[in-house]
């Protein structure tokens, strides 16, 4: 069996007209590829408590503690109690009240801080109470306290703390 010649005949072109081709290709070798993959996010870490830094034997307020500002309609001698407030218990002993939310009522929500009183080492409690004309009482708290605290004249409160038998007073002043 003998091969014929073929007669198709293979031509190049001039080198000159492969430079748009080539350049062209290459362009869209570039445009089709992917955009590297991004690098994986670091895995999560537990978020460490938020600490305050206070004085040894301070009253700490959680830095979560929010006070919800008094709504529409509540009367001004309850929306005076809203706010942290903070003083300390016979000249020496750091406290903390934060009037959290009132209502129309006079029903509160609060936390009360404690720093070193007596044999009690500082804490934190959240309570509930209500405003009887310019007092704030709160109930007995989870560690056994009594709150109340009484509006002043002068926008201070005169804040009684009751614990074990035995009464500590103090002025307190908004934060």
């Known amino acids: 069996m003998a ?18 081709t080539l350049g062209f290709a290459a362009f869209m070798l570039v445009a089709c590829q992917s955009a590297p993959e991004p690098a994986p996010a670091p895995e999560p870490q537990p978020i460490a408590p938020a600490t305050v830094s206070a004085p040894d034997g301070a009253a700490v307020l959680d ?7 008094p709504g529409e309609g509540i009367p001004a001698k309850y929306v005076a109690f809203s706010g942290i407030w903070g003083g300390r218990l016979d000249g020496m002993y ?22 070193d009183i007596a044999d009690n080492k500082p804490g934190v409690a959240d309570g509930e109470g209500k405003i009887f004309g310019n007092t704030l009482k709160l109930r007995r708290l989870p560690n056994g306290g009594d709150v109340s605290a009484v509006m002043q004249a002068d926008g201070t409160l005169a804040v009684t703390y009751g614990l074990a ?11």
């Open 63 to 69: 830095p979560s503690v929010r006070v919800m500002p």
């Open 3 to 20: 091969f014929k010649r073929s007669s198709v005949r293979f031509r190049l072109a001039p080198p000159n007209s492969l430079f748009p």
């Open 165 to 175: 038998d035995r009464t500590y007073t103090g002025m307190f002043t908004k934060q």
């Open 94 to 115: 750091d406290g903390k009240l934060a009037v959290l939310t009132i209502s129309r009522g006079g029903n509160v929500t609060a936390t009360y801080a404690w720093g």
